[in-house]
């Protein structure tokens, strides 16, 4: 219950705004609505001001940060906020009835909202190029790439790891420095509206659609609901009167363009793929550029890279340094060197159906005698899953690849005798563990869920 300072406080607050909500239209109860809720925003941002930045986790609690409490299936932030106090946090933003008169407690309607809400004012304050990245596969080295071309010029921040949802992106937003001069956010989706969402909050200067294949399916329904999915960012564009950057050979995307202001990729002379080596390798303007990248699909996320950096100015000299420089982690397009005598392929952060034919044609051409693929299954793919698990095996099945692994019971369907299939990891550990396999070119590629990576200490 508040006390009678606390109806003090909120009678003064009241004197000090009354003059500006009385210059509103006192029928139109939703603009004042409107102002007093913008009023709260205000009064939450100052506690964010003053605090080191926002924490949702008792377990990553830094010394004066605002704690926020958010909910969810399994976990009630709520129930932690007095704890994250006693930990050092400034204050607490709680949406149930915690400790009311506690001075550090502060209530809100709903904590996800008011996360959101601070970050898009705080968006509003900031002074930079903001760039929304999305598609179906390459957000993420697409970023990175960017990130280290545009830091050759500008004060740079983007989206740590892959914090690219409803919560992550506006975490991002809150943790960007005031003085940044691009900010670059990863969006990601899995339903209608997610990217929109991320839209509003963010409201980005220019976007970037990196491609539009079979992911998530299991989610979106259809290939058509996933297509309109990643539109929402070329529709928010549209709306707003802000450019994109287009790939000027993809139908799809441009399919989805019309009435939207574009960015052509390539931007100035044209990046040419050279032949014959297992880290990726481009000409331009007849200069030639060895990356750290593995996969001929990474031209694209390059060519993006090169691109922006262009538009923005940026010196040639120093975005192909940045391009060549970038080191792929995370399990990302990563080429790895075995106590085996083995070449890794480490590509095992995600897959989707799109991804695994695009890391298969590029394996296919590559120059290597023993070429070996470890594939796990694709997981969210929905009514398509059993059609796009049978196309990925018949494609390594009737390919010059030397050998194959198959994990998962989704690819387990498809046994034949041309390939070996094993219907969890486990068993392939054991089956590895009696037949190593050494002096090879091998492909690990699955869904996060397969975790395939943990296999890179046998191979």
Known sequence: MCDGSCRKSNRIRYEIDSERILTLKTSDFSEVFLFLRSMKIEALYQLFTLSSGVCTDTRKVKPGSLFIALKGENFNGNKFALKAIDQGCSAAIVDEPIAESHPQIHTVQNGLSCLQELAHFHRKKLNAHVIGITGSNGKTTSKELAFEVLSKKFKTFATPGNFNNHIGLPLTLLETPLDTEVLLLEMGDSKRGDILELCEISDPDFGYITNIGKDHIGGFGTMEANIAAKKELFDYLKDTKKPAFLQENDELLHSISEGLETISIPLGSPLKIETGSTFLKYTTDNNSYTTHLVGSYNILNIQFAVSLGRYLQVAENDIHMAVCNYQPSNNRSQLIETPHKNQLILDAYNANPSSVELALQSMLGLDHPNKVVILGDMLELGSISTHEHGQIV?????????????????????????????????????????????????????????????????I
């Open 394 to 458: 018949k494609m390594v099945c009737e390919s010059s690849i030397e050998k194959a692994f198959f994990v998962g019971s989704h690819y387990k369907e498809h046994e034949n005798t041309d390939a070996l299939f094993f219907a969890n990891k486990k068993e392939l550990v054991l089956y590895l563990e009696e037949n190593p396999i050494s002096s090879s070119l091998i492909l690990l590629k699955g869904s996060r869920g397969i975790a395939l990576e943990t296999l890179k200490e046998l």
